[in-house]
């Protein structure tokens, strides 16, 4: 059993054995407040404030947002945790997008979408400093 990623600085400190001191303690939760924080506030620029839909039209995928429809060249499934998806979109003419798909917001078709985001999703793009095996 693996234990959480906040209890290695307490492990790490009892093994040690440092003496660890109510300001230490302090000092920890404050600084795990602080990237919490960061966490947040990174995510809310990256991710969009509206929602958008996705569209499989049998052919290719396209972003539905109150713009419009934007057909996209790829769109690659970066993380799957089974009720949340967090995925890469590629538009035709402009900068990759991050967006998330939840059940939450899919509702009933969230079994279809991630069917289809399995057959239908392109493979990660090897970046210039990545070598292909």
């Known amino acids: 059993m693996q234990a ?13 054995q440092w003496p660890v001191s109510a300001s230490m303690l302090l000092a920890a939760m404050a600084s795990a407040a ?11 620029r990256a991710l969009p404030l509206l929602p958008g839909r996705l569209r499989w039209d049998g052919q290719c995928w396209s972003s539905v947002t ?11 499934v970066m993380l799957d945790l089974g009720g949340w998806v967090l ?11 991050w ?21 239908h999703a392109g493979a990660a793009v090897a970046t210039a400093g990545e070598g292909a095996a």
Do not use: E, I
């Not at 959480?4 to 040690?16: E, I, V």
């Not at 602080?34 to 809310?44: E, I, Q, S, T």
């Not at 109150?66 to 690659?76: E, H, N, T």
């Open 4 to 16: 959480p990623a906040h209890c290695w600085p307490s492990w790490l400190a009892l093994h040690a």
């Open 34 to 44: 602080l990237l919490a924080f960061a966490g947040g506030w990174m995510a809310r």
């Open 66 to 76: 109150p713009d419009g429809p934007q057909p996209l060249q790829r769109l690659v």
């Open 87 to 97: 995925l890469r979109l590629h538009p035709a003419g402009g900068r990759a997008l």
């Open 99 to 119: 967006r998330v798909a939840s059940a939450a917001s899919a509702q009933a078709g969230w079994h279809g979408l991630r069917v289809a985001l399995a057959a």
